[in-house]
């Protein structure tokens, strides 16, 4: 395992896997290579030093041809957090499939709903920025087309795969049949006579509407488990997928941690019933006002199950910086405390050849400010 700054190096071989794992800035971003200089990319941030999607600057340093090489983009659902910038990616990608989730569980839709053949300008958070953008550049590529849509990800569906050597299978895991009807139910205001019916649709939250994704690449298999998280209700979350025969996928070799390592995704039978023993294992930090994501406790958890554990950042604030020194000095002066972002922005990458046993080994590299769990936990002793 090397630490390095940015100095990224080469491209994969053709015959070699990449899961790289990129944040904060303020988010997280994934992106696979899958052989063949073949690419996809899942989730979006920005890199806070260019302010450009994380994946483009990555794709420059190491000279990969996004228009060419990237051919599936995901957003695995549209927090803030996970699709800043993801539409400048998808535009850069003129050869990508976008996937999104089947699951719309938010109320700004609506209005990207009934307003989807004027296109005009939307109102809403970034999520609903990078959605209209998206359909905007659909349009443009399928302008016969009456209503130009993403593939919509949901539990045991295929979304991208590759027949040729070696052969590549995208597949979401989630969100649940209940999760994408009752998200569906709501947007159309549904609302049935019958109280003893309403009572029977779920309480779907956003993370319900995550798409959790298991990648095979030949006789490998990673999990993405995006921001799903632990639910009471056996049809929504991870119990939805553990409980199908057609979704819990064993066997995984690594796993992208979901929601930022915290309690409430964190899911026992995940580690025993579909990843092998000692996966490796990564997410991304949280930091907002008093919660910071994964704590120490979350790390020893998850260190409980696998070595081979990895933050892309250690979950502490920054201070507040500005170029202008009048700005920050005001700033400063007027708020008691100041911190938009977790402190520091790294990225863990794993490498592996297609043609190793799935017992073998990968390769980890950390560049920037990636931790390996182990050692956050011992500094924060």
Known sequence: MALLGNNWGTPPAPEELEVSIFGPGFGECVIIHFGNAQWGVVDSCLDPTSKRPAALDYFQAIRVDVEQSVLCVVATHWHDDHIDGISSVFEAAKRATIICTAAVATEQFNTILASWSAMQSLPGGSGVDELHKILVELRARKPNSRLPTPVLASASKTL????????????????????????????????????????????????????VLCVTLGPHKVLLGADLEVRSDPA?????????????????????????????????????????????????????????????????????????????APPRPSKFRDPNRTVEKTVNEVARSVHVLPGRYGHVRMRKNVAANVDAPWNFELFGSAVTMQDFVNLSQ
């Open 236 to 312: 929504l979350g991870w119990k939805a997928i553990l409980e199908s025969p057609l979704t819990a996928e064993a066997e995984q070799q690594g796993f992208k941690i979901p929601h930022h390592g915290s309690q409430n995704a964190h899911s026992a039978d995940v580690w025993t019933q579909m990843l092998r023993r000692s996966p490796w294992a990564a997410t991304t930090p949280f930091v907002s006002g008093s919660v910071k994501l994964p704590d120490v406790e979350d790390c020893r958890r998850i260190l409980r199950h696998t070595p081979h554990a990895y933050l892309t």
């Open 160 to 211: 991208w795969q590759r027949t040729e050597n070696p052969p590549v299978i995208v597949k979401s895991l989630s969100p649940s049949d209940a999760a994408v009807i009752a998200a569906t139910a709501r947007l159309a205001n549904f609302a049935p006579m019958a109280s003893k019916i309403r009572r029977r649709i779920p309480d779907v939250k956003p993370n319900d509407s995550s798409v």
